[in-house]
């Protein structure tokens, strides 16, 4: 019931995006453009991203509805990337992310107070994941900005990594979330993740994963993952 009810606010949100356009603040913006103004220009210290590993399962698990979220598998960010510390049983996998291991078109992509609980369906999983994780793997390992770009462009180029599969998503639904320094902090959404080269192109619908060819459609809705109503009053 809970899915079906998320369903019908994600379509519903599709009519007001498109109504909407030209007020919406997530867009593709030129990377390097983007790095000049960056107020995280490296990494900070390693351990300013990390969080108690049951801290960290429990906020993964707020990323969807509890009818998802339970019988999913959890990451958590270890040593040399995010790994496995709950096995799953639905196929969605979910994790809190951070920046350096999202697109890396976002001015904030060092920034350590990033905490995304995003919780992958199984396409997504196969998919967008592998993004994250080769994201994730390089900048533990000491990696720049500018060397994960390159060995993104080099995967894709070498099709080890590709487009979404079809019918990939995501939730982000986490009253716990910190997903950005603007104002608000967060945002109760879903995502839909399309080839770069599909047929939706407009940058005020869409985050560009540049250079993976995906491209993010950000859908908000009106309820948090535990069903209470998205307010002002709920950000931090």
Known sequence: MLRNTVSAMVWVNVVLVA??????????????????????????????????RDAEIAMARTAAPASISRDAEVLVLGQKNFETAVQGKNGYVCLVGRAFAGPLTNLEFWNPKNRSPICYNPPAARSLMPYAMKEAGMALAGASKAQITDAIRTAVAKKELGAPELGSMAYMMSKEAYLTDRDGHNLA????????????????????????????????????????????????
């Not at 007020?23 to 390693?46: E, F, N, V």
């Not at 080269?197 to 993010?216: L, Q, T, Y």
């Not at 950000?218 to 009053?233: C, F, I, L, Q, R």
């Open 19 to 52: 109504v909407l356009a030209a007020a919406w603040p997530i867009h593709a913006q030129d990377t390097k453009a983007q790095d000049a103004t960056s107020p995280y220009p490296s990494m900070a210290p390693i351990e300013q991203y990390r969080m108690d």
């Open 189 to 236: 959404h879903v995502m839909f993740e399309l080839p770069r080269d599909g047929v939706f192109r407009d940058p005020a619908f869409f985050v560009s994963w540049d250079p993976a060819p995906v491209i993010e459609f950000n859908v908000p809705v009106g309820h948090w993952s535990d069903g209470t109503e998205e307010t002002a009053s709920n950000t931090h």
